[in-house]
């Protein structure tokens, strides 16, 4: 069984640019979250889906961030436009509809903006 | 704010000694989880403990969880070098799907 896959695994952009971090949960996941960790601080949350659906979208910084779940598979989230503050690792993490309390982790993608 | 606080921030042991990380949260909780996360990878989950749960036990490791305190303390018996990560609590609200995490402990097994 193929584990979360996150793409791409560093991306170092400009203040101004637009990034697009992508996730492929496990197949069959319908819980998808992203979460952001800065600098050594709390792996914070930002945003849940539940299939195509925001669930909970409460942790989102500001609107330069939007996530997206098409079709209930892959979920993107871009940054637009990026600023330094938005540097970190981005996590996406799925769970199972019923078994819904462990999460399983994509290895993140490391955004730096310069 | 954050829902759990990890303690220490960092703990370096050699080989063969115990390691204890302790977790604190502020709401009332449905769960606590650990998880591990080495260098560069995702996180992996190691256990989960419920709130009318006060031990639990998997392999190496030992978790307590102390509702009345909001406390819980993870335990790795006789680690290993393998076992250097960083080890995060989090914790899941009655009804939620969020999980919550912590800021995490640097653990370091020195050979």
């Known amino acids: 069984e193929a584990g979360v896959t996150q793409f791409p695994s560093h991306s170092v952009i400009e203040k101004g640019q637009t990034v697009t971090l992508r996730c492929d949960p496990i197949s069959g996941h319908d819980n998808l979250y992203w979460y952001r960790r800065v600098m050594g601080k709390e792996i914070k949350f930002l945003l849940h889906?539940?299939?195509?659906?925001?669930?909970?979208e409460s942790g989102m910084p500001n609107n330069r961030f939007l996530a997206e779940r098409t079709g209930g598979t892959y979920s993107t989230l871009k940054v637009q436009p990026a600023e330094l503050e938005d540097s970190g690792v981005y996590f996406c993490a799925s769970s199972h509809r019923t078994k819904s309390e462990k999460l399983f982790f994509g290895s993140g993608t490391q955004l730096s903006v310069l | 704010s954050q829902q759990g606080e990890e303690d220490p921030q960092a703990l370096s042991i050699q080989e063969g000694e115990n390691a204890t990380m302790n977790c604190s949260y502020k709401?009332?909780?449905?769960?606590l989880q650990w998880y591990r996360q080495n260098s560069g990878r995702g996180l992996v989950h190691l256990i989960l403990i419920r709130s009318n749960e006060r031990e639990k036990h998997s392999g190496r490791l030992r978790v307590t969880l102390d509702t009345s305190k909001k406390s819980s303390s993870l335990l790795i018996t006789a680690s290993r070098a393998a076992d250097t990560a960083s080890y995060f609590c989090?914790?899941?609200?009655?009804?939620?799907?969020?999980?919550?995490f912590g800021a995490g402990t640097r653990l370091f097994v020195k050979a």
């Open positions: 709401t009332s909780i449905n769960n």
């Open positions: 889906f539940v299939k195509e659906s925001k669930q909970d």
């Open positions: 989090a914790t899941m609200a009655f009804g939620g799907f969020k999980t919550i």
